[in-house]
C-alpha cells in the first residue's frame, strides 16, 4: 500500500483510561475481528502476555493493523502505569499520530500529562480521545476544561455526545452539525436529527471549531468577518495541516464498550491523520537525515525487543525512509555488522504475519538477530545516519536478588543479561560494598513483573529482599600514625614503617594520597605499596565496615631494611598506619541522598510534602505543570526504598516520581548509632 494511504496512532494515557478497550473496539468496528476482544475474559487481542491476562492491564506495547475506508491503519497499543513508561515511550517513537485517551470520570491525569511533553518532544501530532463517557460520573463539559487548562487553547472538540453517563446513545460531528446515534452491539451510526437538548453545546463547539480553523488563514478570516464560513473540505485541509504542525488537538468522544463514536473515530484518523511522509524524522544522534522517500536510502528505528519461545528474539522497528525487503542486507549503525532480514514480518496482536516488504511508515519485525536491541538504527550500507535513541527514566526501586539454588546461578546470569537488552528501564548491577546483585525497574509492579517474566522464560526460581543501603564513612579531624610490619620467622623477614598523615578532604571530593618522602626513607618503589595497604583499609572501614572516603592520605617518613624490606611490608605498613589513627579521626558515618522529583496532581500536593519532611527529606522547590505540581526535594536513600508503593497508596495511583543519586550526607546520631550496631551483629 502507498504511505499516503497508511496511517501510524498510538493510543497513550494514563491507566484506566481505556486504551486496550477502544483499541479492541476499533479492531471490531473494522472487521479484523468477529467479535469485541475484552481485557476481563481473556480475549484481547492486544493484551495476551500471562501477565497482562493475570492482572487485567497493559504491561507492554502491542500493535494491530486494521484496513478502513482503502486506507491501512497500524495501531500501537501502550501501557499506561508509569511503572512500563519505557514502552509507551518507544511506541511514541514508532508512531505519526499519539491518541492521548482521556477518561471522562477521572479527567486529565498526571501521567497522561507527562507522556504529552514525551510526544511534543518527539514532534508527533497529538489529537484526544474522551473515553468511557457512559460511566457513572462521566461529565464531558468538565474533562474539556481540564483539557484546556492542562494543554492550552489548541484544543478543538470537532465531536459532543448525545446524552450523559448510562444514556449516552450517539455522537454529533461539529464541522458539519450532523447527528449520529448507536444500536446496541452495531458499531455504525445512523444519521438522526440534531436533538434540541445538545444543540447549544452544538453550537458552542462549531463557534470555537470556526475560530480555530480561519485564525490559521488570512483569507479565510476575512471571509468570515464577512459572514462566509469555510467550506468542509477547508475544514479538514486546515485541521489536518494544523495537526502535523502540532497547532491544533483535536478531541473526539466515544463510549468504546457500547461502540459509540467508533467508527467516526477511524474516519477521522484517515481523513485528518498524518501519514508517513508527513512524520518529522526523530532525532538524530549523528550524520544527516536521508529525504524521506520509497526509493532512497534504507532508515528505520528498532524500538522494541522481545523473546519467543517458539520464534526466538523478535526486534520490532519502524522504517523512516526507504523500502525494507525480505532477506535484504542493512547495517547495524551500534555495532557496525551487517544483518540480514530474514523472516519479515508485522506483527497483529500474538500473530506473525510474514510479509515481503515494508515501505516507508511500515512498522514490522524481524526474527533470530540477537544482536538486535531497543534503540539500534538499521541502515543502508554506506549511509552515516544514526537516530538517537529513546531517553527512558531512570529506575526507582530496587531489589537484592539471588538465585534460590546453585543451579540456577548460570541460569539467572544468562538471564539478567536477556532481560536488560529487551527492557532498557530495567539496571541489573553488583554491588561491591554489600556483595549484592541489585534489580531495578521504574515500580513495584514494573520489578514484580520481570521476576515473573525471567521465572516463565528462563525457568529460574529468585528469592529477593529490600538492599542494603550502601553506607559510607568519612573523617572529621586529622592524625598521624605510625605503622610498622615487623615480621621475623627464620631466614629472611618482613619489615616496613611508614609514617602517614590523615585530613579529611571536601565532601564528593574523594581520596587523595600525596607522596612527601624526602632522603629516600621509603625506597621509591615501596611508595605504591603504601597507597595500596592504606586504600586496603579505607575499604573495611572503621565504625560499621563500610568504606571511608573523602580523605587524604600524606605519607611523609618511614623506615626500610635492605633485606627485609618488600611490597608485601609496606601494604602491611600503611594498613596499620590507617587503623592507628583511626579513633583519632573522628569518623563518622554518611548515607546516600536522593535527588527525588514528585509529580501529583496538586489536590495531595499536602500530603506529599508533609510525607517528604517525616521521611527527613528537605522540599527544594515547587512548579505547577497543567494541573499537577511537580515538587522537588532531597530525601536519604534509606527512606525512598519502598516509596513506590507508599506514594501510589498516598495519591490513589496518580502520583509519579523520579530519583537520582544526589550526594553523600552524615546521618544523624540516632539513626547513625542503629545503623552501626546493626552492622557490628551482621559481622559477630
Not at 83 to 89: I, S, T
Not at 208 to 234: C, N, S, W
Not at 249 to 278: K, W
Not at 377 to 385: H, K, V
Request: proline share 6%; glycine share 10%.
Amino acid at each position: 500500500m502507498v504511505p499516503e494511504k497508511v496511517r501510524n496512532v498510538v493510543l497513550v494515557g494514563h491507566g484506566g483510561s481505556g486504551k486496550t478497550t477502544l483499541a479492541e473496539a476499533m479492531l471490531f468496528a473494522a472487521g479484523a475481528t468477529t467479535r469485541m476482544g475484552s481485557v476481563d475474559n481473556g480475549t484481547s487481542v492486544l493484551d495476551h502476555e500471562p501477565e497482562e491476562v493475570a492482572r487485567n492491564i497493559s504491561l507492554s506495547l502491542a500493535t494491530a493493523t486494521v484496513e478502513w475506508l482503502d486506507h491501512r491503519i497500524n495501531i500501537i497499543d501502550s501501557p499506561g502505569s508509569p511503572d512500563f513508561v519505557g514502552d509507551a515511550r518507544a511506541a511514541i517513537r514508532a508512531a505519526d499520530m499519539a491518541l492521548f485517551c482521556v477518561s471522562a470520570v477521572d479527567g486529565v491525569e498526571v501521567h497522561t500529562e507527562q507522556l504529552w511533553r514525551v510526544a511534543e518532544e518527539e514532534g508527533i501530532p497529538r489529537a484526544i480521545v474522551i473515553t468511557k463517557l457512559d460511566r457513572e460520573r462521566a461529565d464531558y463539559s468538565k474533562t474539556i476544561e481540564e483539557l484546556r487548562t492542562a494543554f492550552g487553547k489548541a484544543i478543538a472538540p470537532i465531536q459532543v455526545p448525545i446524552g450523559q453517563e448510562g444514556s449516552v446513545r450517539g455522537i454529533v460531528r461539529v464541522a458539519t452539525q450532523r447527528a449520529y446515534e448507536y444500536q446496541s452491539g452495531n458499531p455504525k451510526g445512523s444519521q438522526v436529527d440534531l436533538p434540541d437538548d445538545v444543540a447549544p453545546l452544538v453550537e458552542e463547539a462549531h463557534t470555537g471549531l470556526i475560530e480555530t480553523v480561519v485564525e490559521t488563514d488570512d483569507a479565510m478570516m476575512e471571509a468570515y468577518f464577512e459572514g462566509k464560513e469555510p467550506t468542509r473540505d477547508q475544514i479538514v485541509a486546515t485541521i489536518h495541516a494544523g495537526i502535523v504542525s502540532g497547532e491544533v488537538h483535536p478531541v473526539l468522544v466515544t463510549s468504546a464498550t457500547r461502540l459509540i463514536g467508533i467508527d467516526t473515530l477511524l474516519e477521522f484518523i484517515v481523513d485528518y491523520g498524518p501519514n508517513p511522509t508527513e512524520r518529522a524524522m526523530p532525532r538524530l544522534a549523528s550524520g544527516s537525515a536521508p529525504e524521506p522517500g520509497a526509493g532512497g536510502p534504507v532508515l528505520a528505528y528498532v524500538f522494541k525487543t522481545t523473546s519467543d519461545p517458539f520464534v526466538g528474539r523478535i526486534s520490532m522497528f519502524r522504517v523512516f525512509s526507504g523500502e525494507i525487503k525480505a532477506d535484504q542486507e542493512l547495517e547495524n549503525a551500534r555495532t557496525g555488522a551487517k544483518v540480514r532480514l530474514h523472516n519479515l514480518f508485522k506483527i497483529h496482536g500474538k500473530e506473525n504475519r510474514d510479509v515481503p516488504g515494508l515501505p516507508i511508515g511500515g512498522i514490522g519485525a524481524v526474527a533470530k538477530i540477537e544482536d538486535l536491541r531497543a534503540g539500534d538504527t538499521l541502515r543502508s550500507p554506506g549511509l552515516d545516519t544514526v537516530i538517537e535513541p529513546v531517553a527512558y527514566p531512570r529506575p526507582v526501586t530496587e531489589i537484592a536478588i539471588t538465585p534460590r539454588s546453585h543451579q540456577d546461578e548460570d541460569k539467572l546470569s544468562m538471564a539478567l543479561s536477556r532481560i536488560t537488552e529487551e527492557d532498557p528501564t530495567i539496571r541489573v548491577e553488583r554491588r561491591p560494598e554489600t556483595g549484592e546483585t541489585i534489580l531495578a525497574g521504574l515500580g513495584d509492579s514494573h520489578v514484580e513483573v520481570t521476576l515473573e517474566r525471567i521465572h516463565r522464560m528462563f525457568g529460574v526460581e529468585i528469592d529477593h529482599e529490600l538492599p542494603k543501603v550502601p553506607y559510607r564513612e568519612t573523617i572529621t579531624a586529622s592524625a598521624e600514625a605510625e605503622g610498622k610490619h615487623k615480621k621475623q620467622t627464620g631466614g629472611r623477614g618482613q619489615f616496613g614503617v611508614a609514617f602517614v598523615r590523615f585530613s579529611p578532604r571536601p565532601r564528593g571530593s574523594g581520596y587523595e594520597f600525596i607522596d612527601s618522602i624526602k632522603g629516600g626513607s621509603i625506597p621509591r618503589q615501596f611508595i605504591p605499596a603504601v597507597d595500596k595497604g592504606i586504600q586496603e583499609a579505607l575499604g573495611r572501614g572503621i565504625l560499621a565496615g563500610y568504606p571511608v572516603i573523602d580523605i587524604a592520605a600524606e605519607v611523609y617518613d618511614g623506615k626500610y631494611h635492605s633485606v627485609d624490606s618488600d611490597e608485601m611490608s609496606f601494604r602491611m605498613a600503611g594498613i596499620q598506619a590507617f587503623r592507628a589513627a583511626a579513633e583519632k579521626l573522628k569518623p563518622v558515618l554518611l548515607e546516600p541522598v536522593m535527588k527525588v522529583t514528585v509529580t501529583v496532581p496538586e489536590e495531595v500536593l499536602g500530603d506529599v510534602m508533609g510525607d517528604i519532611n517525616a521521611r527527613r527529606g528537605r522540599v527544594l522547590g515547587m512548579e505547577g505543570e497543567g494541573n499537577s505540581r511537580v515538587v522537588t526535594a532531597e530525601v536519604p536513600m534509606a527512606e525512598m526504598r519502598q516509596y513506590a508503593a507508599e506514594l501510589r497508596s498516598l495519591t490513589s495511583g496518580r502520583g509519579t516520581f523520579e530519583m537520582e543519586f544526589d550526594h553523600y550526607a552524615e546521618v544523624p546520631h540516632a539513626e547513625a548509632q542503629q545503623v552501626i550496631a546493626a552492622a557490628r551483629a551482621d559481622q559477630e
